[in-house]
């Protein structure tokens, strides 16, 4: 079904609201810091508020919310009456309100937006050239312990978003032949080990990651009590013949292969072929791009593919199941089970071949 034409003159505001893009996001990133939102959002039984009223309850000079709020009026952020009382619209609602826009908003403000300037270098090169805006590293996740503390809160509230969800769902498949040894390959900070360890008292997990994460996975764990059902194994998996070790029931790897392209990702799934026999079961979680039912979710993760463009590694990004399923086949394995979870991730559980 073709797309309804825009009218030239809509297509314009539009083509002029992408040039104007970064105003009305530092704008609507300033209303909420300076707590305009909420109070606008708060007067709205007591008649409304106007400039005046705002200014005077949160001691903002008159000129600093005027060209805020006029230009996010013109963005469709807030309303004005005609008798000058202000109101959040559904997009501004949204905007402070709304859960997953804060994730995304807090991850762009604070780990991409800068970055982004370099992404015209990033492609070019094929580097996370705007990595640099945060530190100077290789890829991002071997400077995810040194980030500021609110850096480090956005990056990991964005990451666990998108992967937390589906786990109570994730761990009845993942327990369904009861096994005693599970590899949690890029296990983060440990949220999933502490999830399988209060779901079956006789699991050990070892998380497979960098040091950084590694080490706080281990400690997260054993400030839970689960000293004696964790272990770990440093991994750079960009460094040459990476190996894990074999006898795992599962191996896990939740949104972790996306950070990778598709040569690694192959270099992965064969590493941990090797390690796997005959009933190893390895376990995919992806939000993969062509199984969105929703035009906004693939949106989101298309924007995403650009972080990893140019924050994250340079190479990477979200992928649709076709690439997956050739590059598992590539790799000696089979896919014995194909589910859904949650509104949007899939399940891939394989097999060695």
């Not at 070790?245 to 941990?272: K, N, R």
Request: hydrophobic share 40%; aromatic share 12%.
């Amino acid at each position: 079904m073709s797309k309804k034409e825009l009218r030239a003159a809509d297509a314009l505001l539009e083509a002029q609201k992408i040039a104007f893009a970064p105003f009305i996001f530092q704008s609507s990133v300033t209303l909420k810091k300076l707590g305009v939102f909420d109070l606008i959002f708060d007067s709205r039984h007591n008649g409304g508020v106007t400039i005046d009223a705002i200014s005077e309850q949160l001691s903002i000079s008159r000129y600093g919310l005027g060209v805020l709020l006029e230009f996010s009026e013109s963005a469709g952020v807030v309303s004005k009456s005609e008798n000058g009382i202000y109101e959040l619209t559904k997009t501004g609602y949204f905007l402070n309100y709304s859960k997953d826009v804060n994730v995304n908003l807090n991850f762009t403000h604070d780990i991409c937006y800068k970055g982004l300037f370099h992404l015209d270098e990033a492609i070019k090169t094929g580097e996370p050239s705007g990595l640099k805006e945060l530190g100077e590293w290789d890829t991002i996740y071997e400077g995810l312990s040194q980030l500021t503390p609110k850096e480090q809160q956005s990056w990991f509230e964005f990451d666990h978003f998108y992967s937390d969800g589906i786990f109570e769902e994730a761990l009845k498949r993942v327990f369904k032949n009861q096994p005693k040894l599970l590899f949690d390959i890029g296990g983060n900070t440990g949220k999933f080990a502490l999830q399988c360890f209060n779901y079956d008292e006789n699991i050990q997990v070892k998380i497979i990651d960098l040091p950084g994460q590694l080490n706080k996975a281990l400690k997260n764990s054993n400030d839970a009590g689960f000293g004696n059902r964790i272990s770990g194994q440093e991994m750079d998996w960009l460094k040459p013949n990476p190996q894990i070790p074999t006898g795992a029931d599962v191996i896990w790897m939740s949104q972790f292969l996306d950070c990778f392209s598709e040569d690694e990702i192959l270099t992965i799934l064969s590493t941990c072929v090797a390690s796997m026999d005959a009933h190893t079961e390895l376990i995919i979680i992806e939000t993969f791009t062509d199984r969105q039912e929703f035009p906004m979710s693939k949106f989101i993760l298309e924007a995403t593919s650009l972080y990893f463009t140019v924050m994250a590694n340079g190479n990477s990004k979200m992928y649709p199941a076709t690439v997956f399923e050739s590059l598992i086949e590539k790799a000696g394995l089979t896919i014995k089970e194909d589910l859904a979870l949650g509104e949007y991730h899939t399940m891939l559980v394989c097999k060695k071949s």
